[in-house]
């Protein structure tokens, strides 16, 4: 008899027609009957193509278990997917790092974008025309034309004006390239009509001063680039401009100069002065730089430019080989003679050039450079360069690395506060107006010998050379200066204390101070015995600034201990005594406990809680739990169970140095331990205690006085109202079902001899189950080995290892590290997501109704999982940086250094999960071969995905295998023979 239910039904369909939703309203007595064919009448009234009969079946069945009113969609189209409008891929130019001080201020300063759209509209004009007549003798014609002119209308665009980067380019420069709007992909409703795709049609908006050309965008002057979402302006910013040249004759250096922006400072005059050298013209000759500097500010202030402006002075011939101080360059200057000057020899230049004895002279460039300037127009050759040497680098600075373990700021404080209020520290520390006490940042207790700090070694830079040809060595790193005073020593790189005591030191940029004084406190300990029946008093005398030893300080250190019954003042004064004369005693007897007199017998203490075999717990509002029971006690291996302690003959109460009395226990009756096998073993102590411990993990049994560890869990029935909720440490067999909203949580292998509802089953080993899973969409089955069952429904399938189904998966959420087998002919997967590392085998995957199949393969999905949980974390940071930030900038002064340090903190953090993040990806992205083998039919819907690359199958595919080619980069398919 076919399947109904009573009640009210009602067809929705939404307003694009991609999604057909059922709303029943359950009504057992006055309803109408619903089935199957009525469901088909409805849909075929609607015009919605009817789905299977066998997800109507699901509906109906859905219709007739519900208590509620309930929605149940049967039919799905394909949405529209949205394109992408025009954006740039930007290549901005190699930053011009002196002009960052005035990026920010002058953007800020010019406000949003102005941003339009250029359109060309055609406005008519109407003119009147003479023509002549067509005979002489008639009056000409007058006609009314109407033209047409052409106008850009600037439209103004409207868009989010927050500036995401901006930088600085200089006029003409090719800025990035226009990417192209992307259309996007039409879908398709339940009716078979297209819907068509948004359409982001926008054009990239470019502000003045920027424009287009060929699929580019061009810097037009220069300025700051600034740009957003679907925009990008200028921000004028013109650079000065200067260049040096000469004369037609070479005699005189002219001066061309441009002004930029007036917020820049002025071109450096003596480089100008260098130029015009460097083009012949000696510095001698030319006007000085504080001359040229305030010429240049002029023009500037003006913003008028200086052309043909001359640097030069009246100059004689001459010929100058200059070798530098450094030895490291020598150059050349000659000097045409004028008028009545000495004429240039080339003699000269040759006697001079022997006389230099230089190495590495290029000897045939240099003869054809200086016969080009004396028989050439120029005047003079400035600087030129005949052999440049190479000069010694220095290595690496050295650095200072403190050794000893430095007190924390308060203790720091407060000792320093201690040796200030010391009597005689004036006189015994010399220094303190050097290097007083409130200088010191640094606090630490050292010994005699104890090395304070350590130069790192010194490494010698690369070695040069001269224009001699000699070689010079390569200079070490400069080190830090160091102020060393009271009783710290220098030996080699090291600095040594030469006495215990505390360490004071402080430390700048490129210097170090520290001093030792010998300042060690009086030391008294009192150590209590475990079991509070004894105090032994160890003392130490003071040394230098140290506090002295008296009775207030063993009364602090008694105290501090909490020892306060049975003290022998002798015993003190004993001990102050001795440690006076020999500066040390140690474990002195200081005071003695009562130990109580306990009564004969056994006693037991249970350790672990036994269960109370409730059928319910009670939640922490009072209510009543059914499903987590009480009726098993549960122990894990190492666990403490049982403690048995043997009472003593008499009874009388104790009191320990701590001043707690000891009750002394009331004699019981006899107790009979109870007896054990090898799943139990027992732990005896010094004081003669046994304590009884679980050798395995599994339920504890406790029957007739013999106590037992069950390491398996056997269940006759159904997981259900009657059990409740199963959680244990190893294997477990259930006989029947595990029912819907129960969840069995093992620690080995679980076997179902029933099905899975929808529920929760887990195990550190595999899942078996003889018949199927029915997960309703709720149920869950996950496995760190592999997951065989006979068939799943709408279920949650999580594996390592491999997941095997006799039969087929409808609508699944499955997820393995291991591969997916369906056997059998009726081994399909029909719905749902599926992702399998190591691929799959199946006999159809797929529908005739085209329902979606999502299928992933290639790649390590518990990598993925954990990449998810990474992106949280780092997230979480992120916020909590936020936060850090808001706190510094709300914070008192003195709770500033706090939200700092916890910045840092999570600033480090942070480096390391994005770190593991990226790690992970990188993990993601490795290939493992898997292959998805389709042994009947692949149906259209079916959508693959391996790597970031898709393939959704269009029309059916029969007896065929897919499989991702890393060389390819794509999903490949063959045909199975």
Not at 721 to 748: D, Q
């Amino acid at each position: 008899m076919a399947a109904s239910a009573r009640g009210e039904l009602k067809l929705q369909v939404d307003e694009l027609g991609l999604e057909a939703v059922f709303r029943f309203i359950p009504d057992a007595t006055g309803g109408a009957s619903w089935n199957t064919d009525s469901l088909v009448r409805i849909l075929s009234e609607a015009r919605v193509p009817s789905p299977p009969v066998a997800s109507l079946e699901k509906a109906v069945d859905a219709f007739s278990r519900a208590k509620a009113p309930i929605l149940v969609t049967v039919a799905k189209g394909h949405p529209p997917i949205p394109g992408s409008p025009e954006s740039v891929q930007w290549e901005p130019p190699e930053a011009e790092a002196e002009y960052d001080a005035f990026r920010d201020r002058l953007c800020a300063q010019a406000g949003p974008p102005q941003l339009f759209t250029v359109r060309i509209e055609r406005i008519a004009r109407e003119k009147v025309i003479t023509k002549p007549a067509a005979l002489p003798f008639l009056p000409p014609k007058r006609e009314t034309v109407t033209e047409y002119e052409k106008r850009e209308v600037r439209d103004a665009v409207q868009v989010n004006p927050a500036v995401r980067a901006s930088f600085w380019s200089p006029a003409g420069k090719l800025l990035g390239k226009i990417q192209p709007a992307r259309p996007g992909k039409p879908g398709i409703n339940l009716f078979g009509k297209p819907i068509p795709a948004p359409v982001e049609d926008r054009p990239f908006a470019l502000g003045q001063g920027l424009s287009r050309s060929k699929g580019e965008v061009l810097c037009e002057r220069a300025g700051f680039v600034r740009y957003g979402d679907g925009w990008a302006d200028l921000v004028p910013f013109d650079a000065h401009q200067w260049s040096v040249r000469l004369s037609t004759d070479g005699a005189t250096a002219l001066l061309d100069f441009r002004p930029g922006h007036t917020q820049l400072p002025a071109p450096d005059a003596q480089a100008i002065l260098t130029q015009a050298s460097e083009l012949g013209a000696t510095p001698d000759s030319m006007t000085d730089a504080a001359s040229l500097g305030t010429v240049l500010a002029d023009a500037i202030g003006r913003g008028k430019a200086l052309e043909n402006f001359s640097l030069s002075l009246d100059r004689d011939a001459q010929v100058l080989l200059v070798v530098s101080e450094d030895q490291q360059l020598a150059t050349l200057s000659l000097q045409k003679g004028r008028g009545r000057g000495k004429q240039l020899q080339l003699a000269d230049v040759s006697r001079a050039l022997s006389e230099a004895k230089l190495k590495g002279l290029k000897t045939d460039k240099f003869k054809a450079d200086v016969l080009a300037f004396y028989n050439g127009p120029d005047s003079e050759l400035r600087d030129y360069i005949l052999v440049e040497g190479r000069l010694p680098a220095k290595g690496k600075d050295r650095t200072l690395g403190f050794k000893p373990s430095f007190m924390d700021p308060d203790d720091a404080k407060a000792a320093l506060a201690a040796l200030s209020s010391r009597q005689g520290l004036q006189a015994s520390v010399p220094s303190l107006g050097e290097f007083p006490l409130s200088a010191v940042e640094l606090v630490a207790r050292v010994k005699k010998g104890d090395e304070l700090a350590r130069l790192s070694p010194p490494i010698p830079g690369q070695a040069g050379v001269d224009v001699h040809g000699m070689a010079l060595p390569g200079l070490p790193g400069d080190e830090p200066e160091l102020f060393l005073y009271e009783n710290v020593e220098r030996d080699g790189d090291s600095c040594m204390s030469t006495v215990d005591g505390l360490l004071l030191a402080a430390s700048a940029d490129r210097s170090a101070r520290m001093r030792v004084l010998e300042a060690k406190d009086a030391i008294a300990v009192v150590r209590v015995s475990e079991d509070r029946m004894k105090a032994w008093l160890s003392l130490e005398a003071p040394i230098g600034l140290g506090r002295p030893l008296d009775a207030s300080l063993v009364n602090e250190a008694m105290a501090k201990a909490g020892v306060v019954y049975g003290v022998d003042p002798g015993s003190i004064a004993d001990a102050l005594g001795k440690a006076a004369s020999s500066s040390s005693i140690k474990d002195h007897p200081l005071a003695d406990g009562t130990p109580p007199v306990t009564a004969g017998g056994w006693k037991l203490t249970w350790i672990t809680r036994l269960a109370s075999g409730a059928a319910l717990t009670l939640r922490s509002d009072g209510s009543a739990d059914f499903k987590n029971q009480d009726k098993a006690t549960l122990v894990s291996p190492g666990q403490l169970i049982l403690s048995m302690v043997l009472i003593g003959q008499e009874g009388k109460d104790g009191k320990d140095v701590l001043g707690q009395t000891i009750p002394a226990p009331r004699a019981p009756g006899t107790v009979e331990p109870p007896q054990w096998d090898a799943s139990i073993t027992e732990e005896k102590r010094e004081n003669g205690e046994l304590l009884l411990v679980a050798a395995k993990g599994g339920e504890l049994k406790f029957d007739k006085n013999r106590l037992s560890v069950d390491t398996s869990q056997k269940v006759n029935g159904d997981v259900g109202p009657a059990t409740g909720n199963l959680r244990f440490p190893g294997p477990v067999m259930v006989s029947g079902s595990i029912l819907t909203g129960f969840a069995v949580i093992a620690g080995g292998d679980l076997l179902v001899g029933g099905s899975i509802e929808a529920s929760l089953a887990s195990a550190e080993g595999s899942v078996r189950v003889v018949e199927g899973i029915k997960g309703a969409k709720k149920g869950t089955v996950r496995a760190k080995a592999g997951i065989e069952a006979s068939f799943a429904e709408q279920a949650m399938l999580l594996a390592v290892g491999d997941i095997v189904l006799k039969s087929s998966a409808l609508m699944c959420s499955i997820k393995t590290n291991g591969k997916l087998v369906l056997q059998g002919e009726k081994g399909n997967l029909v719905g749902g997501v599926c992702r399998a590392r190591l691929g799959a085998e199946l006999q159809n995957i797929g529908s005739e109704t085209s329902s979606r199949t999502e299928f992933s393969f290639g790649q390590d999905y518990l990598v993925k999982d954990a990449i998810e949980v990474e992106e949280r974390e780092v997230e979480r940071i992120k916020a909590l940086i936020l936060q850090a930030d808001k706190d510094m900038k709300a914070a008192r002064e003195d709770l500033v250094a706090e939200a700092r340090a916890r910045k840092v903190k999570l600033l480090k953090l942070l480096e390391k999960r994005s770190l593991r993040l990226f790690e992970l990806r990188e993990r993601f992205e490795e290939h493992h071969p898997g292959e998805l083998i389709v042994r009947g039919t692949a149906f259209p819907g079916l959508c693959l995905e391996s790597h970031g690359r898709t393939l959704e199958l269009r029309a059916k595919k029969t007896r065929v295998a897919f499989s991702f080619d890393p060389q390819l980069g794509h999903i490949t398919e063959r045909p199975l023979k």
